[in-house]
């Protein structure tokens, strides 16, 4: 079994910061890109930012300059420091994985539960 647990999320002024944190666990054998995606009301998830096990990342041009993607291979987590935060960055946010684990040959696409990010005006 494998599962991400997200935490980090919450309320915010405008101009404000979070930081999300993801932790990987269970019977993980390597783990390829993470990521970070996001959902708001009414609209499809989409793309924040993605980081490689070799450290290269990937922004959504929406947050480009304010949010910065990190992860510490050694615990299995990925960051998402979010600053200059806009009310048009409200929205659950996921963190995503490819995991190979040790009972299966194959990569995984793993979801987390996703936390809430809410910005006020």
């Known amino acids: 079994q494998v599962q991400l647990v997200e935490s980090g999320g919450g309320l915010v002024e405008a101009g404000g910061s979070l930081r999300l944190s993801c932790a990987a666990s269970?019977?993980?054998?390597?783990?390829?890109?993470m990521g970070w995606y996001r959902q708001a009301p009414g609209k499809q998830r989409e793309l924040a930012a993605t980081?490689?096990?070799?450290?290269?990342?990937d922004y959504a041009d929406s947050v480009k300059g304010r949010f910065t993607i990190s992860r510490d291979n050694a615990k299995n987590t990925v960051y998402l420091q979010m600053n200059s935060l806009k009310p048009e960055d409200t929205a659950v946010y996921y963190c995503n994985a490819q995991i190979k684990s040790l009972s299966y040959s194959l990569y995984g696409d793993y979801w987390g539960q996703g936390t809430q990010v809410t910005v006020s005006s």
């Open positions: 980081i490689t096990s070799g450290g290269n990342t």
């Open positions: 269970g019977s993980i054998y390597n783990i390829r890109t």
